[in-house]
């Protein structure tokens, strides 16, 4: 399933409202959606918009897609900066490869001295 951030319109004719969906992408553009992250009024502009922030990032970092339009309403609000960083915190390190070589067998001399004391 193919998660998006996008619009839904809501609002009379000439005065459009959106609500900030989280959608699966084969779901009609203003129907069904899997939950409001917010809503964005356009006579207010991009930083009047109202996104609630926890569950924006939730699903940016559960792979949620964004369209264009929200990508700019996101930067505006700084939420792309915090969800990459939110990202980067949960993640765990990485497994570092250690090689492992053979311990180096001590030279025939160097047993019979050990063994002589």
Request: proline share 3%.
């Amino acid at each position: 399933m193919s998660v998006k951030i996008r619009l839904a319109r809501a609002g009379r004719h000439e005065t459009a409202f959106y609500r900030i969906v989280a959608a699966d992408s084969r779901y009609s553009k203003d129907g069904r959606y899997l939950e409001q992250v917010g809503y964005y009024d356009p006579q207010k502009g991009k930083e009047g918009a109202v996104i609630d922030e926890a569950i924006a990032i939730k699903w940016l970092n559960s792979g949620a897609q964004y369209s264009d339009t929200m990508k700019a309403i996101f930067a505006a609000k700084g939420l792309l900066v915090k969800a990459k960083a939110a990202k980067e915190a949960t993640k765990q390190p990485t497994k570092v490869n250690v090689v492992k070589t053979k311990a180096a067998k001590p030279a025939k001399k160097a047993k019979k001295e050990t063994k002589a004391k």
